[in-house]
């Protein structure tokens, strides 16, 4: 019986990796570990996890031998950190791995979004050019004042490619970083909304930021803005968001994330004024290969009694 689980929507290499080297059993999500026989069940060591539905205690003691659960993701918003500590099992996930490709795409939308890149793509591949001459002026993208709500790992590197923009760079987080002069630190969320053009969600997910974008922080960004998201749905208001978007009082929005993925609001889909994306910041070839290899790097740690090379708790 084995004693490592691949639960989730993994890619063939990435089972047969898991499976080669630890002989992990696949499956498809949590609902799956119930059905295991109980001897089976009570073999399992090591989750190794590719998802976003909770991951709590309950579905922690189906597993009463377990020790480690490896997130195939930098976000860990759906494992019960304070679940697992108190079952002595151990968190790890995939950080800066995925900075870039987070990064590259939190910039795409919101010079998609400013752009209309999607909206003129689509009128052009529809045959409107040659007789409806130029395509409706967009806005400008380069220069704008940005606010980067979490400066993390991913948030710096989101600054960093705004900053080659030319973009006035505001940032708002727990602490003031270690940042360019030219950068202004903001304490209050809505405070940094106040003062920019434009904001760029890259705060980590979880119980902690839920909301953090609301209503009043949209309405202090104003009329004129647009703002991303690449962090977690559960970030930002969903509904004030709608609301703001509906009404004029927000330009636009770039998101690659949602409540309730896949089964987003349906009003988001036919909306002028989004550029929506099905949660692809980190859907490349190389980064899911490292982020993988990041993975198997934590369970081979653990198999061998090794400190785990990116531990959460
Ligand atoms: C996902 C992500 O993990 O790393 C994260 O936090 O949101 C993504 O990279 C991806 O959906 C893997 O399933």
Redesign the pocket.
């Given at each position: 019986m084995t004693n490592v689980l691949a639960v989730g929507q993994y890619s063939d290499i990435d089972v047969k990796a898991l499976a080669d080297e630890f002989g992990a059993v696949p499956l498809a999500d949590l609902s799956q570990i119930a059905g295991l026989p109980e001897d089976g069940r009570a073999a399992v060591t090591a989750l190794a996890y590719?998802g976003h539905h909770a991951l709590d205690g309950q579905v922690m003691d189906l597993l009463p031998g377990l020790k480690l659960i490896a997130n195939?993701?930098?976000?860990y918003d759906a494992i019960n950190v304070s679940d697992a500590s108190a079952r002595g099992i151990s968190v790890t996930n995939?950080p800066n791995v995925?900075n870039d490709d987070v990064a590259d795409l939190a910039v795409a939308l919101l010079v998609m979004e400013s752009r209309k890149l999607t909206a003129s793509e689509n009128w052009m591949r529809a045959g409107n050019w040659p007789a409806e001459g130029a395509y409706p002026l967009a806005r400008k993208m380069s220069g704008r004042k940005v606010g980067v709500l979490g400066m993390g790992r991913i948030g710096r590197e989101i600054a960093d490619r705004l900053a080659a923009f030319k973009c006035e760079i505001h940032y708002q987080s727990r602490s003031r970083k270690d940042a360019p002069a030219d950068w202004t630190y903001h304490a209050d969320p809505v405070e940094l909304a106040r003062s920019v053009d434009d904001l760029v969600i890259a705060v980590v997910g979880g119980p902690d930021t839920v909301g953090f974008v609301s209503a009043e922080v949209i309405d202090a960004l104003g009329a004129d803005g647009i703002i991303v998201n690449i962090a977690r749905g559960s970030v930002i208001d969903e509904a004030a968001l709608l609301d703001a978007l509906e009404n004029g009082r927000l330009r636009g929005a770039g998101l690659d994330v949602f409540l309730n993925e896949p089964d987003i609001d349906a009003r988001f889909l036919s909306m002028p004024n989004v550029t929506i994306l099905p949660?692809v910041?980190?859907a490349t070839a190389e980064t899911r290969a490292a982020m993988g290899d990041l993975q198997r790097q934590n369970v081979r740690a653990h198999l061998a009694g090794r400190p785990l090379v990116t531990p959460v708790n």
């Amino acid at each position: 019986m084995t004693n490592v689980l691949a639960v989730g929507q993994y890619s063939d290499i990435d089972v047969k990796a898991l499976a080669d080297e630890f002989g992990a059993v696949p499956l498809a999500d949590l609902s799956q570990i119930a059905g295991l026989p109980e001897d089976g069940r009570a073999a399992v060591t090591a989750l190794a996890y590719k998802g976003h539905h909770a991951l709590d205690g309950q579905v922690m003691d189906l597993l009463p031998g377990l020790k480690l659960i490896a997130n195939f993701g930098v976000g860990y918003d759906a494992i019960n950190v304070s679940d697992a500590s108190a079952r002595g099992i151990s968190v790890t996930n995939t950080p800066n791995v995925l900075n870039d490709d987070v990064a590259d795409l939190a910039v795409a939308l919101l010079v998609m979004e400013s752009r209309k890149l999607t909206a003129s793509e689509n009128w052009m591949r529809a045959g409107n050019w040659p007789a409806e001459g130029a395509y409706p002026l967009a806005r400008k993208m380069s220069g704008r004042k940005v606010g980067v709500l979490g400066m993390g790992r991913i948030g710096r590197e989101i600054a960093d490619r705004l900053a080659a923009f030319k973009c006035e760079i505001h940032y708002q987080s727990r602490s003031r970083k270690d940042a360019p002069a030219d950068w202004t630190y903001h304490a209050d969320p809505v405070e940094l909304a106040r003062s920019v053009d434009d904001l760029v969600i890259a705060v980590v997910g979880g119980p902690d930021t839920v909301g953090f974008v609301s209503a009043e922080v949209i309405d202090a960004l104003g009329a004129d803005g647009i703002i991303v998201n690449i962090a977690r749905g559960s970030v930002i208001d969903e509904a004030a968001l709608l609301d703001a978007l509906e009404n004029g009082r927000l330009r636009g929005a770039g998101l690659d994330v949602f409540l309730n993925e896949p089964d987003i609001d349906a009003r988001f889909l036919s909306m002028p004024n989004v550029t929506i994306l099905p949660h692809v910041g980190s859907a490349t070839a190389e980064t899911r290969a490292a982020m993988g290899d990041l993975q198997r790097q934590n369970v081979r740690a653990h198999l061998a009694g090794r400190p785990l090379v990116t531990p959460v708790n």
